[in-house]
């Protein structure tokens, strides 16, 4: 029998090494035993290709001591994908007893080595990506440190599950020794959780924009650089705009407010999107267009929220750069904008409601949350597609399944497959004509919920531990209120010639299908207007986008 290779740990043949070296950053050099060739924490630290002797990588574990991860020998390329945008070292590495002698490839030679050969690289994205899911899977990375009930640990853990960056949890509840070390480093709760970072920097109490900042997520940016498109919003519409327009050779910076997949980022299982027969999460769809968009070198900083673009509105000097604010103070500058902000949940009309949203409502359904309310009985609102998937996914984890609809029935507003898989679970209960009229009790562990029926004015209490909500999204567009590109009634931004009505303009001036009423910002995904609520329709939009991109640049720059 023969060993099956493993894809996380290529090795490059010699052939393969004499085209790899014509790509690198500096000459190949020597290293002594022990000595580091990068170590965790450090930014733009280079990938090595290991021409001679060994490497050895390893990480912090979780009780202070180093783990080996593996010993990288000749032919091998040391990384994962957070090599490809400089981002921190997770993992640091020396040379082996016999030293080393290695060519190092910063983030720029890298993406030139992966692109411009392709058998390479194709072996090692593969290898980048897998190392990624080998340490998500390990929680290599980052160690957040608090109990696992409490709203700020369960921010922390979604901020970084949802950006692909690898945690563990040390449960203060739990775990002894983690208790410990909060009693005696932390003297206030509001400085909880901890977030250890692999260079062993300890963040207390860390909003998202410190955690971004300080693991590198967020980069750098240069408030002197001119791109050639900032896209908002990192969602499927604005990954496939960074695709695209990045390996088209234009200047990309994509911005997103908290992390990169969106609405379809929080989807469990995405079953209809073109290629997927078995269906795939929307974390893994769109962590592979992330990395994608990487590759090409668009450059991607999360979380930054832009909150008003400054444009001269629909007859400005499209010589004159477009401007965008952001939540760090920044301000970007860019020839043309392209909005991709997609959508946001809405809230239902109960009584009560905000009291229990920090702690026990959840507009989406992930792995965190269905651990959470395992074996216990929850409410979920919402008769579409995303209420579907997500009872799909709950059920097996819960006592009871409480769904409550409006209509008169799921088959008027849920794709037949969802419908039938519900039929088939017995824990799952519909209940149509109905409503959630009031929350009561306490805000953790079980609390009263209370459903109006329609037509009977009958009340019924449920005790339950979660409600869930999946009642439709409204588009994100209040940031855009102070700039003067148009929207339709309900929020959603008009492109191509629907911007005649709300702004009269003449043949000369008419607009590419994508553009907005502002020459030189487009739209694309959910957040246009008549666009088609679907990951597929948004990922079209943004390949779209970019030929009218190349149009407008031509015609107007
Ligand atoms: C639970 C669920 C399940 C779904 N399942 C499916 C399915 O099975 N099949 C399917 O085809 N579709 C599905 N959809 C719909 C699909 O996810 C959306 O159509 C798709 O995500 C739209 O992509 P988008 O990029 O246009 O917008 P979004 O996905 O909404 O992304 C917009 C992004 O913009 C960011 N943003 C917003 N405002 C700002 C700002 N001011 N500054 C910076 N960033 C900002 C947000 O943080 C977000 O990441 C599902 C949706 C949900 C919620």
Request: negative net charge.
């Amino acid at each position: 029998m023969t060993d099956t290779p493993d894809p996380r740990f290529p090795l490059l043949g010699v052939e393969e090494r004499r085209r790899a070296l014509h790509f690198t950053s500096s000459a190949p050099r020597r290293f002594p035993a022990g000595a580091p060739l990068f170590a965790a924490g450090d930014r733009d630290s280079p990938a090595f290709l290991i021409l001679e002797g060994t490497v050895e990588v390893t990480v912090r574990g979780t009780d202070g001591g180093d783990a080996t991860l593996v010993e990288h020998g000749p032919g091998s390329i040391t990384g994962e994908v957070g090599q490809l945008a400089g981002h921190p070292a997770l993992a640091t590495g020396r040379a082996g007893p016999r030293g080393c002698l290695a060519a190092a490839f910063d983030a720029d030679h890298l993406r030139a080595l992966i692109v411009g050969s392709a058998d390479i690289g194709e072996k090692v994205m593969h290898a980048f990506v897998s190392r990624r899911t080998t340490m998500i899977g390990r929680g290599t990375g980052a160690t957040i440190v608090g109990s696992a009930h409490t709203p700020e640990v369960q921010r922390v853990q979604r901020f970084l599950s949802r950006n692909g960056y690898p945690h563990t949890l040390l449960d203060t509840e739990n775990d002894t020794d983690a208790g410990e070390l909060v009693e005696r480093l932390v003297t206030d709760d509001a400085l909880l959780p901890l977030v250890v970072c692999p260079n062993g920097t300890v963040l207390n109490g860390p909003t998202d924009a410190e955690i971004g900042i300080a693991l590198g997520l967020t980069p750098t940016l240069d408030p002197t650089a001119c791109h050639d498109v900032v896209i908002v919003g990192a969602g499927p519409a604005g990954l496939a705009t960074a695709v695209y327009a990045a390996s088209e050779g234009l200047s990309v910076l994509i911005v997103d407010a908290h992390s990169f997949g969106g609405q379809a980022g929080a989807s469990n299982r995405i079953e209809n999107y073109l290629g997927f027969p078995a269906g795939i999460t929307g974390q893994a769809l769109t962590g592979r267009a992330f990395t994608q968009a990487q590759k090409f070198g668009a450059q991607i900083a999360i979380p930054i929220d832009v909150s008003h673009i400054q444009c001269g509105g629909p007859s400005r000097d499209r010589t004159i750069p477009i401007t965008l604010q952001t939540s760090t103070g920044i301000a970007l500058t860019t020839r043309a904008v392209v909005i991709a902000t997609g959508a946001r949940y809405r809230r239902p009309p109960i009584h009560d409601l905000a009291r229990y949203e920090s702690t026990a409502v959840s507009y989406w359904a992930s792995a965190i949350e269905a651990e959470e309310c395992r074996g216990t009985t929850a409410l979920l609102v919402g008769g579409g597609n995303s209420a579907g998937q997500a009872a799909v996914y709950l059920a097996p984890h819960l006592e009871q399944l409480h769904v409550i609809i409006r209509g008169e029935g799921l088959h008027t507003s849920m794709s037949r497959y969802l419908v039938e898989r519900i039929a088939d679970l017995p824990n799952v209960h519909v209940h149509t004509r109905s409503e959630v009229v009031a929350l009561r009790g306490p805000i953790q562990g079980y609390f009263q919920a209370t459903v109006r029926h329609r037509s009977t004015d009958v009340l019924t209490e449920y005790g339950i531990s979660r409600l869930f909500s999946f009642i439709g999204a409204d588009p994100n567009t209040a940031w855009l209120s102070e700039c003067a590109v148009a929207v339709d009634d309900h929020g959603f931004i008009l492109t191509g010639a629907a911007t005649s009505h709300a702004n009269p303009v003449t043949s000369v001036d008419r607009r590419a299908p994508l553009e907005t009423s502002v020459p030189g910002i487009f739209a694309v995904g959910d957040v246009r207007a008549g666009s088609t609520k679907r990951v597929a329709a948004a990922v079209g939009d943004g390949a779209a986008v970019v030929a009218q991109l190349h149009a407008y640049y031509a015609t107007n720059l």
